[in-house]
């Protein structure tokens, strides 16, 4: 099995160890899951800084996927 | 030295020496050793006998049909997996052995003599039932509220301290066997958030986990972490068990660090930190 990193732009380091997983099938998977409960727990200090990016790479460094969320507030929110 | 499960026990009731000779008979008859990955009993099948966890960590665990699977208790030395065998038809969970087991296997008409008998014992299984109650309530606020780095911290802090209270702790180190893996099906969370939390918490110098031995270097700082108050557990005896070797003071503000201090320090990180 591969080795896979995640690495969120939360103020976190980088990922050093990596992940083994069977297959794309199973990052893309876990990267969703993983990146949902982390949007989850930003949840207090979203909006102070509105954008959560995850990317994933190979053993390579070769990027291999990306999840991005952008929050925008519309000028007619109070 | 009494075994893990006098030890248990004695948590919760006093127990003279019939009760602990008694004990001790259960923990060693019908001594068996389970391989580790193997199933003690799966959900479904009808349940024999009580095991009495001697060596090892098992999990009780439910399976989704399309194989995912969430660990909704662990057992350890001195645990009882579980007394509800006795009553049920059918297991409504699934046991496992995380590592190699040795268990004592206790059928019903012994237990059924020994709650006859031994009116101490009794009350301190039911401190037993009562505690795993408890337990089950902290792990669905793990579940329901806590960030990933405070699921696995506290988790960690859990399992320590449970250790400790059988004597199997070494210090602030004890084994911890669980991969990540399980560590994720345990709190809800995937193995890359796992992977993400542990090495955050290495990073801080919150634990160091290694070669499946875990040492958290300030259990203070890591109870923070995991808004962890041990108080759930209804562990008595925490400061008896503190190491000799540390200085008194160190004594005092562990036990301290476990009971008000730890509880008004979660108190204020949880308006802060998510």
């Given at each position: 099995m591969r080795r896979y990193f995640f690495d969120l732009d939360d103020g976190g380091a980088r990922d050093e160890e990596g992940t083994q997983l069977t297959d794309m099938r199973a990052v893309r998977a876990a990267s969703v899951e993983m990146f949902g409960q982390a949007l989850r727990d930003k949840s207090a200090s979203f909006w102070d800084d509105p954008e959560l990016k995850l990317t994933v790479r190979d053993d390579g460094d070769l990027i291999l996927l990306r999840l991005t969320v952008f929050g925008t507030t519309a000028p007619a929110a109070p | 030295m009494p075994n893990a499960l006098t030890r248990r026990l004695e948590e919760y009731t006093p127990l003279t020496e019939a009760d602990r000779a008694e004990l001790a008979r259960l923990s060693s008859q019908a001594v068996q050793t389970i391989q580790a990955?193997?199933?003690?009993?799966?959900?479904?099948d009808a349940p024999r006998s009580v095991y009495v966890i001697l060596e090892g960590w098992a999990c009780h665990y439910r399976l989704l049909k399309d194989g995912r699977r969430q660990i909704v208790d662990f057992s350890i030395p001195?645990?009882?997996?579980?007394?509800?065998l006795f009553i049920l038809d059918r297991m409504d969970h699934s046991i496992g052995a995380v590592t190699r087991l040795r268990v004592a296997e206790v059928g019903r008409e012994v237990l059924h003599r020994v709650v006859t008998n031994f009116p101490n014992i009794t009350t301190a299984l039911w401190w037993v039932e009562l505690v795993s109650k408890s337990i089950h309530r902290e792990w669905i606020v793990n579940i329901g509220q806590r960030s990933a780095r405070e699921r696995v911290a506290h988790l960690l802090c859990e399992m320590f301290l449970r250790l400790e209270s059988v004597g199997l702790t070494d210090g602030f180190s004890c084994d911890f066997p669980l991969t990540q893996n399980e560590i994720a099906e345990t709190t809800g969370l995937t193995a890359v958030h796992v992977n993400r939390t542990l090495q955050e918490l290495r990073r801080k110098g919150l634990i160091v986990l290694e070669r499946r031995r875990l040492e958290i270097p300030d259990m203070l700082a890591l109870q923070g972490a995991g808004l962890f108050n041990p108080n759930y557990l209804h562990i008595q005896r925490l400061s008896r068990h503190t190491?000799?070797?540390?200085t008194s003071q160190e004594t005092q503000s562990r036990s301290d660090n476990r009971t008000g201090a730890a509880s008004v320090r979660n108190g204020s990180k949880a308006d802060t930190s998510r």
């Open positions: - | 990955k193997h199933d003690l009993i799966r959900e479904g001195g645990d009882l997996c579980d007394l509800n190491n000799a070797g540390r």
